[in-house]
C-alpha cells in the first residue's frame, strides 16, 4: 500500500479526488472563498518554486507578472469590453513578452544582482499600474471587471469558480511533475547545483534559465487573470513588494525544490493571516519571522528541513537501539 | 522663477536626498565588504533611527544632541543584534538564504516599529530654525545644510576610523581576505558585528537629519534602503567613494527626473537607473570586482 504513495499518478489522482470532494462537505462561502486563494497562490508559487527551488534563481519581483495577468485581463474585459478568455490568453502573450524583454539581460546576473535587478523590475511595474491612472485607474483601482463564464453558464458562485481554479492549478500541478522528472528538471537542477558544471556537461544554461522564467511568469500571469475574474476589483497595492515577498516566503515554507511542498506553503501562508486576522496588521512581524527562523535553521525550507530533522531522529534512534550493530 | 534658477532648486533638494542615499549606500557597502552580504534591513536602520529620535525628543525634557547621541546607541545595538541572532547562526552562506534572511528581519523589525509607533507619519523639528536661506533664485532651508554637514562628518570619520585605527585595519583586512586576515590573529567574527555596529549607527545618523524634511513612519525604511542599495550599485558594489558619488548622482537624477518629467515616477527612476546599470555595466561607475555573469 505504501508503495502507491510513491506514484505520481496516486498522489495527483488522489489530491485531485479530495479536492473534488471538498466543496460537497464545506458549503461556507467564506471557507470556499479562502480555498479559491489557496488555488491562485498554489500557481504562483509552483510555478516561483520552479524558478527559484528548482533552478536556484531568485526573484523579488514575481508579484509584477501576477499583476500584469490580472490588469491585463481587467482592462480588456472591463474598458474594451474583450470577452475574458481571449483576454487571458492576449495576457499571457504580454507576460512572456515583458518576462523575455527583463528576463535576457537579467538572468545573466547572479546572487544579489539578479535579485535587486527583479526586485527593481518588480517595483518599477508597480508604480506604472499606480500612475497609468487613464488605462488602470491609479491607485483607486480598477472596477466592473466581469466573471468568468464557460460557454453560457457563468461561473459566479463559489463553487464552480472554486473547480475552475483547481483545475487550472492541478493541471499545472501535473506540468510542473512532469518538467521536474524530465531532461530539462535534471538540467535545472544542475544548474541550481553549479553553473559552470551544467555547461560544462553541455546544458545551454542561458537558454535554460530564461526558459522557466518565462514558465513561471505565464503561472503568474494565469493566476493574475483568474485573480482579477473572482474579485472583479483589483488596485496596485496587490501586487506590490510585499505580495512579492509574500509569495517568496510561500516557497520558502513550503521547502524549494518541492512540488507539493508549494502547494503546502501556499496554503500554510494563505489560511496564517486569516487565523492571526486577531492581530490585523502585525501579520507582517509575524511574517518576518518566519522567514528568518525558517532561512536560519532549515535553508531548504520547512518541509525539507523537518524531513531531515525526523531522518536524524530516527538515525539517532536506531543507533540507541543497536538495530545498526547487527547489520 | 526660470529655467535655471528651477533646476538649481532641484538640484539642490537632490543633494539633500543624495548625501542621505549615500549614507546608506556606505552602510551597505560597509557590512558587504566584511561578510558579502547585502543587508536589505539596511533601511530600517534608517527608519529606527528617525523613529527613536522622534520619541526620545518627544519628552522634551532631553537636548536634541543628547537624543541623537542615544537614538545612534540604540539603534547600533540593534545592528548587532540583527549580526548576532540572524547573520551568525545561519547554517547557509547561499546568497538566496542570506537575502531571505535579511528580508525578513526587514519585515520583522518594519512590523515592531509599527506596533510602538503606529501608523502615523511624525514630524521633529528643525535642529536650528527654519527660515530660507536665498540665493540665486533658489531657496535652501537650513536642515539641508545639517544633512550636509553630518553626511561629511561620517564619511570623514569612517576615512579615519579606516586608515588610522587597529579596528579599522583590520576590517579592511577582512575585505581584502578574510581567510588571511584571521590567519594573522584578526578576530573575523568580531569584524563582522563591529561592521554592522558601524553600519548601524551611519544609517541612524542618517535618519535622525532627515526627520525634519521627510517625516518619518514605520514603512520609509523600504524606499530609502532600496534607493541606497541603487546608489551602491550605481557607484560600484563594494567600493567607498563609489557609494558615495552614487548618492549623489541618484538623488540629483531623481530630483531632476521628478521635477522635469514627471512627480509620480520618481521612485521609478532610480530603479530605472538600477536595471540599466546592471544591465549594461554590473560592476558600476567605479566598481573593480569582476561580477560573475553567465
Redesign the interface.
Known amino acids: 500500500m505504501i508503495r502507491f504513495l510513491k506514484y505520481t499518478w496516486f498522489q495527483v489522482g488522489s489530491f485531485g479526488l479530495l479536492l473534488a470532494l471538498v466543496p460537497l462537505v464545506v458549503t461556507n462561502r467564506y471557507y470556499l472563498n479562502v480555498m479559491i486563494f489557496i488555488g491562485i497562490h498554489t500557481l504562483l508559487v509552483v510555478g516561483l518554486n520552479l524558478l527559484?527551488g528548482y533552478a536556484?534563481q531568485?526573484s523579488?519581483g514575481h508579484a509584477a507578472f501576477f499583476g500584469l495577468g490580472a490588469y491585463t485581463s481587467g482592462v480588456l474585459t472591463a474598458t474594451y469590453k474583450l470577452s475574458p478568455w481571449p483576454a487571458m490568453v492576449i495576457a499571457v502573450v504580454l507576460t512572456v513578452a515583458v518576462a523575455l524583454l527583463v528576463g535576457v539581460?537579467?538572468l545573466?546576473?547572479?546572487?544579489?544582482?539578479l535579485?535587486?535587478?527583479t526586485?527593481?523590475?518588480g517595483?518599477?511595474v508597480y508604480?506604472?499600474f499606480?500612475?497609468l491612472v487613464w488605462l488602470t485607474g491609479g491607485p483607486s483601482g480598477l472596477v466592473g471587471i466581469p466573471k468568468l463564464s464557460i460557454g453560457t453558464v457563468v461561473l459566479d458562485e463559489p463553487r464552480t469558480y472554486y473547480y475552475l481554479v483547481w483545475a487550472i492549478t492541478l493541471g499545472a500541478i501535473v506540468l510542473s511533475l512532469n518538467i521536474v522528472d524530465s531532461r530539462v528538471g535534471r538540467a535545472l537542477r544542475a544548474i541550481h547545483d553549479s553553473?559552470p558544471a551544467a555547461?560544462a556537461s553541455g546544458i545551454y544554461?542561458?537558454r535554460l534559465k530564461i526558459w522557466v522564467f518565462v514558465v513561471s511568469a505565464i503561472y503568474a500571469s494565469v493566476a493574475g487573470s483568474l485573480y482579477a475574474h473572482f474579485i472583479t476589483f483589483i488596485s496596485p497595492s496587490s501586487f506590490d513588494?510585499?505580495f512579492s515577498?509574500k509569495l517568496?516566503t510561500m516557497v520558502?515554507v513550503g521547502g524549494m525544490a518541492s512540488i507539493w511542498g508549494a502547494v503546502f506553503g501556499a496554503a500554510t501562508l494563505t489560511v496564517l493571516p486569516e487565523v492571526l486576522a486577531v492581530f490585523h496588521?502585525?501579520d507582517?512581524?509575524?511574517?518576518?519571522?518566519?522567514?528568518?527562523v525558517v532561512?536560519?535553521?532549515?535553508?531548504q525550507g520547512l518541509t525539507r528541513g523537518a524531513l531531515d530533522l525526523w531522518e536524524k531522529y530516527r538515525l539517532q534512534r536506531d543507533v540507541a537501539g543497536g538495530s545498526l550493530s547487527g547489520g | 522663477m526660470d529655467l535655471s534658477s528651477q533646476i538649481l532648486q532641484y538640484v539642490i533638494s537632490g543633494i539633500t536626498n543624495g548625501a542621505i542615499y549615500a549614507v546608506i549606500a556606505l552602510g551597505f557597502t560597509i557590512i558587504y565588504n566584511s561578510t558579502e552580504v547585502?543587508n536589505f534591513a539596511q533601511g530600517e536602520f534608517v527608519m529606527l533611527g528617525g523613529m527613536a529620535v522622534i520619541a526620545l525628543d518627544g519628552n522634551g525634557h532631553l537636548p536634541l544632541g543628547f537624543s541623537f547621541l542615544l537614538a545612534v546607541l540604540a539603534v547600533t545595538l540593534v545592528g548587532i543584534a540583527l549580526e548576532r541572532f540572524?547573520i551568525r547562526?545561519?547554517?547557509?552562506s547561499?546568497?538566496?538564504?542570506l537575502?531571505?534572511?535579511t528580508?525578513?528581519?526587514?519585515?520583522?523589525?518594519?512590523?515592531?516599529a509599527?506596533?510602538f509607533w503606529g501608523?502615523d507619519s511624525l514630524g521633529l523639528r528643525a535642529f536650528t530654525g527654519s527660515s530660507p536661506i536665498h540665493f540665486g533664485g533658489a531657496t535652501l532651508i537650513p536642515q539641508s545644510l545639517w544633512v550636509l554637514g553630518v553626511t561629511v562628518v561620517v564619511m570623514a570619520a569612517l576615512q579615519f576610523f579606516y586608515k588610522h585605527t587597529i579596528t579599522g585595519k583590520a576590517m579592511r583586512a577582512c575585505a581584502f581576505n578574510r581567510r588571511a586576515a584571521g590567519l594573522v590573529g584578526i578576530g573575523v567574527n568580531r569584524m563582522v558585528m563591529v561592521s554592522f555596529a558601524l553600519s548601524a549607527a551611519i544609517g541612524a545618523a542618517a535618519g535622525i537629519v532627515i526627520v525634519p524634511i521627510t517625516l518619518c513612519g514605520y514603512d520609509v525604511g523600504?524606499m530609502l534602503g532600496?534607493k541606497g542599495?541603487?546608489a551602491a550599485?550605481l557607484g560600484g558594489?563594494g567600493s567607498s567613494p563609489g557609494s558615495i558619488l552614487g548618492g549623489f548622482l541618484l538623488g540629483v537624477l531623481e530630483a531632476l527626473g521628478a521635477g522635469l518629467i514627471?512627480s509620480?515616477?520618481k521612485?521609478?527612476i532610480a530603479?530605472?537607473v538600477?536595471?540599466l546599470v546592471?544591465?549594461l555595466r554590473?560592476s558600476g561607475l567605479l566598481g573593480s570586482k569582476e561580477?560573475?555573469?553567465?
Open positions: 527559484m536556484g531568485i523579488l539581460p537579467a545573466k546576473l547572479t546572487g544579489y544582482y535579485a535587486m535587478a526586485l527593481g523590475f517595483i518599477i508604480i506604472c499606480k500612475e553553473e555547461r544554461t542561458a513588494f510585499m515577498i517568496v520558502v496588521d502585525f507582517i512581524v509575524i511574517f518576518g519571522l518566519i522567514l528568518m532561512m536560519i535553521f532549515m535553508p | 547585502i540572524t547562526p545561519a547554517k547557509s547561499n546568497p538566496i538564504a537575502i531571505i534572511i528580508v525578513g528581519a526587514s519585515i520583522f523589525l518594519r512590523g515592531l509599527m506596533m501608523k523600504i532600496l542599495f541603487c550599485v558594489l514627471s509620480g515616477f521612485d521609478a530603479f530605472f538600477l536595471l546592471l544591465f554590473p561580477v560573475k555573469r553567465f
